[in-house]
């Protein structure tokens, strides 16, 4: 019930083209859902965070779309750039006694090609 | 960028050594944590702590231990190195002012042989 299924693995998408990446969680006492870009060798980065109370949240070409009865969020980036080529993590988490811990996708291997 | 310095970056150790990789903060931040990074499991917490000496198991703390004596520092020892242990860590911080959000330091390579 811990668990975040994250989809698909690894993705190669053209310059210019719409990369997505769908999640799905199962505990429903889960009340922020962020994202995390990773480039190698460096630690993972807030890209953007949506909590249940909203459908969508857009920041510039990143979007998540939230659909609270399917238990599942996806990461969708328009206009995909080389410079978006990373790993992506899915997580979720609930703000129980103040201590902020996250579970974590597997992570989304990004491949944009120039 | 929230202030946080991990060390040693890199580290090669024997099976069997005792090991210990240190956070430091420079921000007051109360929560912090320690992650692992694994190929097909994503990042994992291993313990995290809510305050001076205050510190909690996380889902995967079998053959670790943490000590935190002071605010700015929050120490993660491998009592005996296995290579199951070879990953790299994560030290974060969250803090009430941002949210649930927590930030990664730039982590610590560790190769267990």
């Known amino acids: 019930q811990q668990q975040v299924k994250q989809s698909p693995q690894s993705l190669i998408v053209q310059k210019g083209g719409i990369s997505i990446i769908n999640c799905a969680y199962e505990n429903t006492a889960f009340d922020y859902f962020p994202w995390y870009q990773q480039f190698p060798g460096k630690g993972p980065a807030l890209l953007i965070a949506?909590?249940?109370?909203?459908s969508e949240k857009k920041e510039g070409r990143f979007t998540i779309s939230f659909n609270k009865s399917a238990k599942q969020f996806s990461l969708h980036i328009m206009d995909s750039q080389p410079g978006d080529s990373a790993t992506y993590f899915c997580a979720a988490s609930t703000a129980g006694s103040g201590t902020y811990k996250y579970i974590f996708g597997t992570g989304t291997r990004l491949k944009v090609l120039a | 960028d929230a202030g946080i310095t991990q060390s040693p970056r890199h580290k090669v150790t024997e099976t069997g050594t005792p090991v210990t990789l240190r956070c430091h903060q420079t921000e007051n931040h109360r929560y912090m944590y320690w992650y692992r990074q694994d190929p097909g499991h994503g990042l994992r917490l291993i313990h995290y702590s809510y305050g001076v000496k205050d510190t909690d198991k996380g889902e995967v703390s079998d053959g670790y231990s943490v000590s935190r004596s002071k605010t700015e520092d929050f120490l993660l020892t491998l009592e005996s190195a296995t290579s199951s242990q070879t990953s790299v860590y994560f030290c974060?911080?969250?803090?009430?002012?941002?949210?649930?959000?927590?930030?990664f330091g730039e982590g610590s390579w560790l190769t267990v042989v």
């Open positions: 949506i909590r249940p109370d909203v």
């Open positions: 974060a911080i969250s803090t009430p002012s941002a949210g649930n959000t927590i930030y």
